[in-house]
């Protein structure tokens, strides 16, 4: 295990997590921060959030980009997981005609599961392709026999299961959310406790003590596509 | 007011054409638009019942297809009807005066045939009154819902106008700046995409009120080429403000067009690079087949059959063009992972396909059945007596 001054990190960041979920919400700004040293290009994160949130067939809340980088013989890989990013100015939130996607208080960009209408706007104005559109593909075909396929993912506290392209999530906009209703119980994001090379790092950014708090306070910080101005709240490490 | 016999056709009228139908006796063209809406309908069906992951082919990556070019194609068409009939009002207005009631009529079953595309392409439908209860002003969605709903308004007016002798010069300016703003908001909806730099402009709204001018033109020239040969009218007389208005739209499809293609090969925006990978379809089809052949057609001849074939080219070659322009956003991914191409290729379902077939069967149908009723002639009547 990963440590921080001598602590284990996964323990550190859950106290963390517990002393943000007694602040107010709106006193709280979530953020996610992810070391591209660390980030060995497994993808159990990508699983591991699919399995979480049971999403169907052509949905990655959190796909990694595999990128090989230099020429020969001086060649290497990276590897640039991309879940939601979170943004503080986002170019989602503006453009949904309904209200149904909105930026909480905490930070968190999400969207209303029984207000969606399935335009898709949201999915257009996304510059990072971080939303997606279930369309209601299954992966065992149109008989979708297996208990997973349309069993409650328990998404957003709700009870969203896919029984059919009349029932929501089945039509809607998806994407990540930071995990929030494994969050607001008091356990980290799946991705953050998948990570096998204790790569990700999940916490409350309005907390001074916080270690992603001290993790993103150093020069070799960035964010993907700064330059857009939508101000993405998920940090890379370098 | 009376309702039947002036805004709508007597019941009489519906009943025999309905028996004509029946027995057999109500035309080619009547016959091909009722097969046309019943095949549509059955897609539409099909989409609402089997759900999109069975019958659109639209995805994540490509989020809008050929439905919502589709809204796109008979929203402009709408807004060049009412072009044309402000236009033609304003400068020919003798010339216009008996395609008045035809062409604003057009213009209300387009709207409302463009509605049928975008029905299929939503996933909620049935949430759409959170329109109404969670509206967001930021959106320009939301701002189309409301100009759209003011423009089917005054457009019904202004027909109901022309059909009751009371043509008002107020109502007919109103539909035409109400047009102006709704499709040009229309237009913003796409041109304040800034992730999409295919979209992303400011003479997105622009482009898209010229090109509804022209697209207008040419729907609004087959419906006069049609009534002069019907009415036996002086096709020189009559059809020569379409002929220029024709040639206007042309002119000014070929200014937003090449600007707009100008200014995207010049940008060095990430994904600006798609300007450069449809720039031969952009020259070769959508300014030189959508745009230049169409006016060398209009230079080799004017009679009305000439004419509708122009238009009906015209017409053709713009939905074409529509959907280059909605999809052509999607063809470089914005975060590429796993096997996605580098370019990403889009067809439009069978399904999909016969939803287009559903919203033109349905606009030829409207306007075949209310020109053999003699509706639009109810005026006519009224004025000579």
């Not at chain 2, 400068?91 to 709207?111: L, N």
């Not at chain 2, 969670?134 to 709903?149: D, E, G, L, V």
């Not at chain 2, 295919?198 to 509804?212: D, K």
């Not at chain 2, 206007?248 to 060095?268: C, D, E, N, P, Q």
């Amino acid at each position: 295990m990963d440590q921080f001054d001598g602590k284990d990190i996964m323990e550190i960041m859950q106290e963390d997590l517990l002393r943000a979920l007694k602040k107010p919400r709106k006193e709280r700004r979530w953020a996610m921060a992810i070391d591209l040293k660390k980030c060995i290009g497994c993808h159990a994160c990508t699983t591991g959030c699919m399995s979480e949130n049971l999403t169907p067939p052509e949905i990655h809340y959190r796909p990694v980009k595999e990128e090989e980088i230099g020429e020969y013989p001086n060649t290497g890989m990276r590897f640039l997981p991309r879940p939601c990013f979170h943004c503080d100015s986002p170019t989602c939130t503006p453009v949904c005609p309904v209200t149904a996607t909105y930026k909480r208080d905490d930070g968190l960009v999400v969207i209303d599961y029984k207000k969606c209408i399935g335009c898709r706007y949201c999915i257009v104005a996304c510059p990072y392709g971080a939303r997606s559109a279930d369309s209601g593909h299954y992966f065992t075909g149109d008989f979708h026999d297996k208990t997973y396929e349309v069993e409650n993912s328990g998404e957003y506290g709700g009870n969203f299961k896919r029984k059919s392209h009349w029932h929501s999530p089945i039509g809607n906009a998806r994407k990540c959310h930071f995990c929030i209703h494994r969050v607001e119980k008091g356990e980290l994001t799946r991705c953050t406790t998948t990570c096998l090379g204790n790569a990700t790092f999940f916490g409350d950014i309005n907390d001074p003590k916080a270690l992603i708090t001290k993790l993103i306070s150093k020069p070799n910080v960035f964010r993907y596509k700064e330059e857009l101005g939508t101000k993405p709240m998920v940090y890379y490490i370098t | 007011m009376k309702l039947f016999g002036v805004l709508i056709p007597e019941k009489e009228q519906l009943i025999g054409t309905v028996g004509d139908v029946i027995k057999g006796k109500a035309g080619l063209s009547l016959y091909a638009s009722i097969f046309g809406l019943l095949i549509g309908l059955y897609a539409i069906g099909s989409i609402f019942i089997r759900g999109h992951a069975h019958t659109i082919n639209t995805s994540s990556l490509v989020p809008w297809g050929l439905q919502i070019s589709t809204y796109v194609y008979f929203a402009l068409l709408s807004t060049g009807c009412t072009f044309v009939n402000f236009f033609g009002h304003v400068f020919f207005e003798k010339q216009y005066k008996p395609f008045a009631s035809r062409i604003v009529f057009v213009g209300i079953i387009t709207a409302v045939a463009a509605f049928f595309s975008l029905t299929t392409e939503m996933g909620h439908l049935e949430r759409m009154y959170y329109f109404l209860l969670s509206p967001n002003p930021k959106s320009p969605m939301f701002w189309m819902a409301i100009w759209y709903t003011c423009y089917l308004i005054i457009i019904t007016w202004e027909y109901v106008n022309i059909q009751t002798n009371r043509h008002s010069n107020r109502v007919m300016w109103a539909a035409f700046f109400i047009a102006v703003f709704t499709h040009s908001t229309l237009g913003s909806l796409l041109g304040s995409v800034s992730s999409r730099v295919y979209y992303y402009s400011a003479l997105m709204p622009i482009y898209f009120l010229f090109i509804a001018f022209l697209t207008g033109c040419s729907l609004t020239t087959i419906i006069a080429a049609m009534t002069v040969k019907q009415k036996k009218l002086d096709e020189n007389y009559h059809l020569h403000p379409f002929v220029t208005l024709l040639k206007v739209g042309l002119g000014l499809a070929l200014l937003i067009t090449f600007w707009r293609m100008m200014i995207g090969l010049s940008a060095h925006l990430e994904g600006s690079e798609v300007f450069s990978l449809t720039l031969i379809n952009s020259v070769l089809f959508g300014i030189v087949v959508v745009i230049v052949i169409p006016y060398i057609l209009l230079k080799i001849g004017q009679s009305a059959n000439w004419l509708i074939f122009v238009g009906l080219f015209i017409m053709g070659t713009q939905l074409k063009a529509r959907n280059d322009l909605v999809v052509g956003a999607f063809k470089i991914p914005v975060f590429r992972v796993y096997d996605m191409p580098e370019v990403i290729h889009y067809t439009p379902s069978i399904y999909e396909n016969l939803v287009v077939v559903a919203s033109a069967s349905l606009v030829a149908m409207l306007y075949i059945v209310f020109e053999r009723s003699g509706v639009f002639e109810a005026r006519n009547i009224k004025e000579e007596h």
